[in-house]
């Protein structure tokens, strides 16, 4: 997700996020052959989201943050590979003030327009050619707000920090390709003060006295990731750890939290489990979530390896497994098999949750087929009329890309049969593991692996504007 808590029926009464965050859309240029490259990557919705011109392999992040202060000091080593002969070209970085940048050790003349950086290289880049640009921050780091709909990005709290948001989120503490078309390894390595917990995403390789009070954590992502999905969360937390078929699990959870909550979070391996029965092998090398006490955030979100929840989807003791099923079901639609633009999010948000579904069937509530039946004949005629195949900004994190969006899926489950179904499911994740997809690609996918023409199916679930005929069994 980002899972709202209304999204989840066992919370309904809470409050409502989705995420839609207004912008001011920057013109995209056309990449010429030899020229700066474009302020966006290309998407429809976010238009100066990412940057055209280059392919980032790897981020080096070094970040120090100060929870009494406020201030972040970071320095970002980012490998990346010309994919057009560059003049010039932007990464995304939100408030922060640069210092210095440098491309290969030469001085990068960074300049600053609106929430791109601009750099400029001593001489082209030419098409092919790899290069590490550096760039030294800090400051005070901004949120993006949204009046309607919350708060996304670097958030301090009153003893620490949690990075959370989707789509925008990731320039609000480090220079990126802000874009999941764009994924990459990372190192983090976190700097904060004794005495506090830190967590980001993947496997934890080291941690070490920093001096002067201070202690450095490292963490290793050696499956390429989409930007959203890079978190740091400081703060007192309870530490869960442990393995799971040998991958490292760890968790945290608010200190101040009940102690009720652990026992869930700790169900993470046998949910991951669960999942891996319907989708396939978990694509990652580490596990865990985390348990925020921020009341700023009323969502969850799919954070590679490690999901962040909201606090409020435990309280009152509640079973709140099937958000984290919802989360955990992102680790391979979201998180390992990424959108190629927003416009695809049903591919992430119709697949978790239908994942709620199969999970809340495995737990012995309401069966998959019920659950449909349910959603189907209760779902309002704005809905109807709402395609999740071709959402607008507004509706991104809507009704209709998560429960229309599983209802596609269902659909699609009884049209081709279950042998078919869990085929064209288990092939997107594995064909395009810790890559991109679209829509289109799904449907050919489908075709293909059921056998059936499915133009019309599709047509009439993903893009149509009246209710569908209820699918016969
Ligand atoms: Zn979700």
Redesign the pocket.
């Known amino acids: 997700?980002?899972?709202g808590l209304v999204?989840v029926v066992t919370v309904a009464a809470l409050v409502v996020s989705g995420c839609t965050h207004t912008q001011t859309p920057v013109p995209t240029p056309s990449t010429v052959s030899l020229g700066p490259g474009a302020d966006g990557i290309g998407d429809s919705l976010y238009p100066s989201a990412g940057n055209g011109g280059y392919d980032v392999g790897n981020y080096d992040l070094d970040v120090r943050y100060d929870p009494a202060s406020k201030v972040l000091t970071g320095t970002a080593v980012i490998s990346a590979t010309a994919t057009a002969n560059l003049t010039a070209f932007d990464l995304d970085l939100h408030g922060l003030t640069v210092a210095s940048a440098t491309i290969d050790g030469a001085d990068a003349k960074p300049s600053r327009h609106a929430d791109e950086l601009v750099l400029t290289p001593a001489s082209r880049l030419p098409i092919g050619r790899q290069f590490h640009v550096t760039v030294k921050y800090s400051g005070v780091p901004v949120p993006y707000t949204d009046p309607s709909m919350g708060i996304d990005g670097f958030l301090a709290t009153p003893d620490g920090a949690t990075a959370i948001g989707e789509p925008e989120v990731a320039a609000s503490w480090y220079p990126v390709n802000d874009h999941p078309r764009d994924k990459a390894t990372y190192t983090i390595k976190i700097t904060a003060p004794d005495g506090l917990q830190v967590f980001s995403n993947g496997v934890r390789t080291g941690s070490e006295p920093a001096g002067g009070g201070l202690s450095t954590t490292t963490w290793s992502v050696t499956s390429p990731m989409a930007s959203y999905l890079a978190t740091m969360v400081i703060g007192h937390y309870r530490v869960l750890e442990g393995t799971a078929d040998g991958k490292p699990v760890l968790s945290g959870i608010d200190a101040r939290l009940p102690a009720t909550i652990d026992a869930q979070i700790r169900r993470t391996p046998e949910i991951v489990g669960y999942l891996a029965t319907q989708f396939g092998p978990y694509p990652f090398d580490a596990m865990g979530g985390i348990v925020i006490d921020d009341d700023r955030v009323h969502f969850?979100?799919?954070n590679q390896t490690r999901p962040i929840y909201s606090n409020a989807f435990f309280r009152g003791g509640g079973d709140a497994t099937v958000v984290i099923a919802?989360?955990l079901?992102?680790q391979w639609y979201?998180d390992s098999v990424s959108v190629n633009s927003w416009v695809d999010i049903w591919l992430?948000?119709g697949f978790?949750?239908y994942a709620e579904w199969l999970w809340t069937a495995h737990q012995g509530g309401p069966t998959v087929e019920a659950t449909f039946d349910d959603t189907y004949d209760n779902t309002s005629a704005a809905v109807w009329q709402s395609p999740p195949g071709n959402p607008s900004k507004r509706e991104l994190?809507g009704y209709s890309v998560?429960y229309r969006g599983a209802m596609t899926l269902e659909a699609l489950r009884i049209k081709v049969g279950d042998d078919a179904f869990f085929r064209i499911i288990q092939d997107w994740a594995k064909q395009r593991a810790f890559g991109n997809g679209d829509t289109q690609q799904f449907i050919t996918l489908a075709e293909h692996d059921s056998g059936q023409q499915l133009d019309a199916f599709f047509h009439t679930w993903l893009f149509g504007t009246t209710k569908p005929l209820r699918p016969t069994r």
């Open positions: 997700m980002r899972v999204a969850a979100l799919e919802h989360e079901a992102h979201g992430n948000e978790a949750t994190f998560y």
